[in-house]
C-alpha cells in the first residue's frame, strides 16, 4: 500500500512539472484539428439571441460575413428580420464542439454594437468575452447617464486608458458594457464597471493598474506583497451647506398649539354631515358643475383673447403727428434765432454808448495832460 502511494505521488509530480517542456509542445499538445474528430457529433445544439431595430440594416449587410466565417468550422447561422433574432447551429461537419460557444458569444457581442472586425476575434483560442449589465444599479435615470459618461470620459479618454492597461476591447452601449479579452483582464473590467456605477471613479483604478504594470517589470517584487505601494483612496463625505432660511421666533406659549379640525369636524360645522346621501350627492354634483362652469369660462376667455384685434392708429394720424412735431421743431429754433439777434443787439448798443460817454473827456488817453494837472495841483 505505500508503494503505491509513492508511485502515485512520483506520477502526480511527473504531471505538474512542466517547466522543463517548451511552449512549442505545449501550443502543439493543445491545438485541436479537424483530424482529432473522427466523426460527428451525437446531437445538435443551438444558441439563439435577439438584437435591437436599429442593428437591423447592419446585420443585413454583413451576415455574408459571418455566414463565411462559420462555415469554415461546420456551423450554420441565420438571420430571422421578422423576430429580430440570431441563431447559431452545430451540423455534421461540426469538428470544434467548443466552437459552438465561440459562435453564441459572436452573434452577442454583434447584437451588443460590436463592430464585426472585431466580433470574429472571439472565435480566436485564449480570447473570451464579457456582457456586463449596468442598467439596474442605479435606479435614476439622470445618475445613470452620469456615471455611465464617466466610464467614456471627456472625448472618450477614460475608455481608451481602460483598454491600454486592462489589453482589452471595452465597448459601452446602452445599458450593457461589452468587453473582449482574456479572463484575468475581463476581471479587471468588471470590477472598474461595477465600481464607477457604485460612484467610485475609474480614476482610482487606473493609478492602480499603472502601478501594478510598473511593479511587474521588477523581477525582485515578483514574490513579495505590493500592498505598500498601491494607493489608499479614503471616501470622503462632504456635507454639502444648506441655504440659511430665517426662521421666524416663535413667541412661548404655555398652552399646546390647536388642533387641526378632521374631515368629520368639518362636515358637523358645514351642517354637511346631518344631510341625506343623496343631498350629499346633488350637492357634490352641483360644486363639480360649477367648478366645470368656472374652468370653461377661463378657457373662453383664453380662447378670446386670440381674437381681439389689437389696437392701430388712424393711416392720417401717423401723418398729422409728424406734421407737428415738424412745426413745432421749427418755432423752437425760431425763437432760439431770435433770442442769439437780441443778445448780438444789446452788446452792440452797451458798446455805443461808452464809447459816446468817452469822446467829451480824453484827457485820459494823453499821458502829458495828466502829468501837468498834478503839478498844477501841487503848486
Same mark, same amino acid.
Given at each position: 500500500?505505500?508503494?503505491?502511494?509513492?508511485?502515485?505521488? *512520483?506520477?502526480?509530480?511527473?504531471?505538474?512539472?512542466?517547466?522543463?517542456?517548451? &511552449?512549442?509542445?505545449?501550443k502543439k499538445a493543445l491545438t485541436f484539428t479537424?483530424?482529432?474528430?473522427?466523426?460527428?457529433?451525437?446531437?445538435?445544439?443551438?444558441?439563439?439571441?435577439?438584437?435591437?431595430?436599429?442593428?437591423?440594416?447592419?446585420?443585413?449587410?454583413?451576415?455574408?460575413?459571418?455566414?463565411?466565417?462559420?462555415?469554415?468550422?461546420?456551423? @450554420?447561422?441565420?438571420?430571422?428580420?421578422?423576430?429580430?433574432?440570431?441563431?447559431?447551429?452545430?451540423? #455534421?461537419?461540426?469538428?470544434?464542439?467548443?466552437?459552438?460557444?465561440?459562435a453564441r458569444d459572436m452573434i452577442k457581442l454583434?447584437?451588443?454594437?460590436?463592430?464585426?472586425?472585431? @466580433?470574429?476575434?472571439?472565435?480566436?483560442?485564449?480570447?473570451?468575452?464579457?456582457?456586463?449589465?449596468?442598467?439596474?444599479?442605479?435606479?435614476?435615470?439622470?445618475?445613470?447617464?452620469?456615471?455611465?459618461?464617466?466610464?467614456?470620459?471627456?472625448?472618450?479618454?477614460?475608455?481608451?486608458?481602460?483598454?491600454?492597461?486592462?489589453?482589452?476591447?471595452?465597448?459601452?452601449?446602452?445599458?450593457?458594457?461589452?468587453?473582449? =479579452?482574456?479572463?484575468?483582464?475581463? =476581471?479587471?473590467?468588471?470590477?472598474?464597471?461595477?465600481?464607477?456605477?457604485?460612484?467610485?471613479?475609474?480614476?482610482?483604478?487606473?493609478? %492602480?493598474?499603472?502601478?501594478?504594470? %510598473?511593479?511587474?517589470?521588477?523581477?525582485?517584487?515578483?514574490? %513579495?506583497?505590493?500592498?505598500?505601494?498601491?494607493?489608499?483612496?479614503?471616501?470622503?463625505?462632504?456635507?454639502?451647506?444648506?441655504?440659511?432660511? !430665517?426662521?421666524?421666533?416663535?413667541?412661548?406659549?404655555?398652552?399646546?398649539?390647536?388642533?387641526?379640525?378632521?374631515?368629520?369636524?368639518?362636515?358637523?360645522?358645514?351642517?354637511?354631515?346631518?344631510?341625506?346621501?343623496?343631498?350629499?350627492?346633488?350637492?357634490?354634483?352641483?360644486?363639480?358643475?360649477?367648478?366645470?362652469? %368656472?374652468?370653461?369660462?377661463?378657457? !373662453?376667455?383664453? #380662447?378670446?383673447?386670440?381674437?381681439?384685434?389689437?389696437?392701430? !392708429?388712424?393711416?392720417?394720424a401717423a401723418s398729422a403727428t409728424k406734421a407737428?412735431?415738424? @412745426?413745432?421743431?421749427?418755432? *423752437? &429754433?425760431?425763437?432760439?434765432?431770435? @433770442?442769439?439777434?437780441?443778445?448780438?443787439?444789446?452788446?452792440?448798443?452797451?458798446?455805443?454808448?461808452?464809447?459816446?460817454? =468817452?469822446?467829451?473827456?480824453?484827457?485820459?488817453?494823453?499821458? =502829458?495832460?495828466?502829468?501837468?494837472?498834478?503839478?498844477?495841483?501841487?503848486?
Amino acid at each position: 500500500m505505500v508503494s503505491n502511494k509513492k508511485e502515485n505521488a *512520483e506520477e502526480r509530480t511527473d504531471l505538474i512539472d512542466l517547466s522543463t517542456v517548451p &511552449e512549442e509542445d505545449i501550443k502543439k499538445a493543445l491545438t485541436f484539428t479537424p483530424e482529432d474528430m473522427p466523426g460527428p457529433l451525437l446531437e445538435e445544439s443551438s444558441f439563439a439571441t435577439l438584437f435591437p431595430k436599429y442593428r437591423e440594416g447592419y446585420l443585413r449587410e454583413i451576415w455574408p460575413l459571418v455566414t463565411q466565417t462559420l462555415d469554415k468550422s461546420g456551423v @450554420a447561422c441565420q438571420l430571422d428580420l421578422v423576430e429580430g433574432s440570431m441563431t447559431v447551429s452545430t451540423t #455534421r461537419k461540426t469538428w470544434d464542439p467548443y466552437l459552438i460557444l465561440k459562435a453564441r458569444d459572436m452573434i452577442k457581442l454583434l447584437a451588443r454594437s460590436v463592430p464585426f472586425p472585431q @466580433a470574429v476575434k472571439i472565435l480566436d483560442d485564449g480570447m473570451s468575452c464579457d456582457v456586463i449589465k449596468i442598467g439596474n444599479v442605479v435606479r435614476n435615470k439622470e445618475r445613470f447617464v452620469k456615471r455611465r459618461q464617466r466610464l467614456l470620459g471627456p472625448s472618450g479618454n477614460t475608455l481608451k486608458a481602460i483598454e491600454l492597461l486592462t489589453e482589452s476591447y471595452v465597448m459601452i452601449q446602452g445599458s450593457t458594457v461589452s468587453a473582449m =479579452g482574456t479572463l484575468s483582464n475581463l =476581471g479587471m473590467v468588471r470590477r472598474i464597471v461595477e465600481d464607477c456605477m457604485k460612484n467610485v471613479h475609474p480614476i482610482y483604478h487606473i493609478k %492602480e493598474l499603472m502601478i501594478r504594470k %510598473e511593479l511587474a517589470k521588477d523581477p525582485k517584487l515578483a514574490n %513579495e506583497s505590493w500592498d505598500r505601494f498601491l494607493p489608499r483612496f479614503k471616501r470622503q463625505n462632504i456635507k454639502q451647506k444648506k441655504p440659511a432660511v !430665517d426662521k421666524k421666533k416663535k413667541k412661548d406659549s404655555v398652552l399646546p398649539p390647536a388642533r387641526t379640525p378632521s374631515k368629520i369636524e368639518l362636515q358637523v360645522a358645514s351642517g354637511e354631515y346631518f344631510l341625506r346621501p343623496d343631498e350629499k350627492k346633488a350637492r357634490e354634483n352641483e360644486r363639480k358643475k360649477q367648478a366645470a362652469a %368656472e374652468h370653461r369660462a377661463k378657457k !373662453d376667455a383664453e #380662447r378670446a383673447k386670440a381674437f381681439v384685434a389689437p389696437k392701430e !392708429d388712424r393711416p392720417g394720424a401717423a401723418s398729422a403727428t409728424k406734421a407737428i412735431s415738424k @412745426a413745432q421743431a421749427a418755432k *423752437e &429754433e425760431k425763437t432760439q434765432l431770435e @433770442a442769439l439777434k437780441n443778445k448780438l443787439k444789446a452788446k452792440a448798443e452797451a458798446k455805443q454808448t461808452k464809447r459816446r460817454a =468817452g469822446d467829451g473827456d480824453i484827457s485820459e488817453y494823453v499821458v =502829458g495832460a495828466a502829468k501837468s494837472k498834478k503839478k498844477k495841483k501841487q503848486a
